[in-house]
C-alpha cells in the first residue's frame, strides 16, 4: 500500500476543507481532487491508499483514495481524478514544509489515525484541531 499526500490550497482549517468538500460533493459527484500528473504507481494507491492532507503547516486529516481516473480539467487537459472517500479521518499532526504537486508517502511514514488503537487514549484526539497543532508545534504532544 502507498498513499499520496499534498498541501490543502485555499481552506485554512479542516473545518473550511470539510464544508467546501460538501459543496463539490453536493453539485458535482462523486468527489474527487484533479491534479495535473497521473501517479505512476496507482495500482499501488488503489491497494488501500489515502491522500494525507497538508493544512495550514500540518498533515492532519487523510483521506482514502477509492479510484483514479482519468478527466479533463477545466482547459480540456488530460489530468488525474483522485475519487476521495467523503470522510476525512484525523491523524497525529506532523508539521510539514511546502512543496509543489503532490508527493508519495509510504504506509510506514504515514501519521497515525486518531481515535485508533495507534493513538493513546488521553483525549489529545478530543482536542480542537488549532489546539493540538499548537501543542505540538511546542513539543507538547
Not at 1 to 26: E, F, T, W, Y
Not at 43 to 57: R, T
Not at 60 to 72: G, H, K, P, Y
Not at 91 to 102: E, I, N, S
Request: hydrophobic residues 45%; aromatic residues 4%; proline residues 6%.
Amino acid at each position: 500500500m502507498l498513499h499520496m499526500i499534498k498541501l490543502c490550497v485555499g481552506p485554512r482549517d479542516v473545518a473550511s476543507l470539510r464544508a467546501g468538500q460538501a459543496r463539490r460533493l453536493a453539485l458535482d459527484p462523486p468527489l474527487r481532487h484533479l491534479t495535473r500528473m497521473h501517479p505512476k504507481r496507482a495500482e499501488e494507491i488503489l491497494d488501500g491508499g489515502s491522500l494525507y492532507w497538508v493544512v495550514a503547516g500540518y498533515v492532519c486529516v487523510r483521506q482514502r483514495i477509492l479510484d483514479i481516473r482519468s478527466e479533463a480539467g477545466n482547459d480540456g487537459t488530460p489530468h488525474a481524478a483522485l475519487i476521495l472517500d467523503p470522510e476525512l479521518v484525523a491523524v497525529a499532526a506532523r508539521a510539514m514544509r511546502p512543496f509543489q504537486g503532490w508527493r508519495y508517502l509510504a504506509a510506514e511514514a504515514a501519521p497515525a489515525d486518531l481515535g485508533s488503537g495507534a493513538a493513546d487514549s488521553s483525549g489529545v484526539d478530543e482536542l480542537p484541531e488549532k489546539l493540538r497543532q499548537e501543542l505540538t508545534a511546542l513539543c507538547l504532544l
